[in-house]
């Protein structure tokens, strides 16, 4: 294969905002080169959404974001919106629906989203090559960049990374975005995975083994962060959206609160249970909110195996505390195998919000989940990767 040695713009990563900021350059009329180790463009886009890509969020909002800089996303946020990317959605007649929460998916599969990148890609004149091993970068006297390749050098007045974070790493990740950054000065703020299941000490894992494949919808919380999802019980401990957001707020040592009741005041419902139905046990009255096998492991937890009529005060306060306000130290995650994204990655202090280019050197931009900003699960993540994209675009 032999690639353009001259373009006006590189960009390494031909992943959700890589392929948003080459359209949105193309459409400007600068030659656009996309170069990708992987064998196809858009891989985890591909993925995502269990294969109908969940590709933004009705609700989008800066609130949806972490990073060291909370301010950082917001410039991006407002100048391409979940609507401009729905214009371009619908502009190719790509039948979609609202899942929940806001969640816009796919009705056919994620490929469309995929297609409709390419096809403007495509129209817009950029070049994508996959396949490209990318050797040394070097900052040119003239303020250009010359990349190395498998293929060979190639030179761009200005050069974009978009290499995303080192979750799923069978997908092609690689610490790629973060060495160039460090090359030209750039911090980096620690990674970790996010959105990412727990696992959990042996001793609950025992409790739970029963529970593998059950689902329940709770409220999670985790340094002030709770979210109303389902919970998913899983062979290595939990999983389910509502455990996957509040991951992203998580540190090793650190527990969890899970309310397993959320549409009841508990207190009061045990009370009325216990005079409505004395002879009943905390299990069987527990199958009125709970799957059955969970309601079992919880009476057999709490150790309450007699009838209502003979719960004491002790007895209904740690029921009250165990099904409203239980407290689990997950031990770890499932890690960057398992996790949807990474959070942390090149520090934000040293990009400008409005261009995404770098502080310390002309000509360098940074979009996407190399990025120090990470979204909510829901669409969020795409949405930061077609917004940061597009800026992008607009300048380089
Ligand atoms: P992305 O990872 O998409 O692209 C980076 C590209 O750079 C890849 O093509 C990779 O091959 C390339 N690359 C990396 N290193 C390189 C190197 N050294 N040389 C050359 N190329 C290199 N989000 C959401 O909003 N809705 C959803 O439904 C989902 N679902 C989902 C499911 C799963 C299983 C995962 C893992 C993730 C999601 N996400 C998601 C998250 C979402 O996929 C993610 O945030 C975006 O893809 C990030 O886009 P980027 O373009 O920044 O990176």
Redesign the pocket.
Known sequence: MSLPPQSDVVI???????LMCALTAGQRGRRVLV????KR?????L???GGR???TNMYAEPANYLSSNKHYCKSALSRFTQWDFQAMVDKHGIAWHEKTLGQLFCDNTAKDIVDMLLAECDQAGVTICNR???GEIEALESGSYQIQTSEGAVTAESLVV????L??PT????D??YRVAKQFGHNIVPSRPALVPFTLPQELMKRFADLPGISTEVIASCNNASFREALLFTHKGLSGPAILQVSSYWQKGNEITINWLPDIDVEEWLKSQRDARPKASLATLLTEHLPKRLATVFAEWIGEKGEACQWRRESMDKMISMLSDCRITPNGTEGYKKA??TMGGVNTDQLSSKTMGSRLQDNLYF????VDVT?HLG?????W?WASGHCAGLFV
């Open positions: 390494i990563g031909a992943g959700a905002a890589g170069l990708d180790h992987g463009p858009g891989r985890k886009i993925l995502s959404g890509c969940n590709y490209v091993e990318i978009a290499t995303g974070g979750s799923f997908m092609g990740s690689t790629f975005g949807e994204v979009i996407g989940e190399v979204g669409g969020f993540n795409f949405q990767a």
